[in-house]
């Protein structure tokens, strides 16, 4: 059974930084491409940051050089380094598994909230 249990997240000061987990269970982590995703309250959910299985890296506008994606296959961990934090990078963020390889198939974790006060 695949599951993804993110960490990291809490309260910080603007530009502050935080760094958030997402340690996949499972066998399906190396065949993932791996996402952040964020969603604030009232919002949809945008999509923050991916990393491919051969670590190419994309980013929304509004984190680009202030968010850096990474992953650790020797830990099945994917991590987002959020520096420089705002106010408006307030939200829970969920990290998501695609798995690449065979069935397609699409996993979520459960959330971590993010609040950074002004």
């Known amino acids: 059974q695949v599951q993804l249990v993110e960490s990291g997240g809490g309260l910080v000061q603007a530009g502050g930084s935080l760094r958030l987990s997402c340690a996949v269970s499972?066998?399906?982590?190396?065949?993932?491409?791996m996402a952040w995703y964020r969603q604030a309250p009232g919002k949809q959910r945008d999509l923050v940051a991916t990393i491919s299985t051969g670590g190419r890296t994309n980013y929304a506008d509004s984190v680009k050089a202030r968010f850096t994606i990474s992953r650790d296959n020797t830990k099945n961990t994917v991590y987002l380094q959020m520096n420089s934090l705002k106010p408006e990078d307030t939200a829970v963020y969920y990290c998501?598994?695609?798995?690449?390889?065979?069935?397609?198939?699409?996993?979520w974790g459960q959330g971590t909230q993010v609040t950074v006060s002004s």
């Open positions: 998501n598994a695609d798995k690449q390889a065979g069935v397609r198939l699409n996993y």
């Open positions: 499972g066998s399906i982590f190396r065949i993932s491409a």
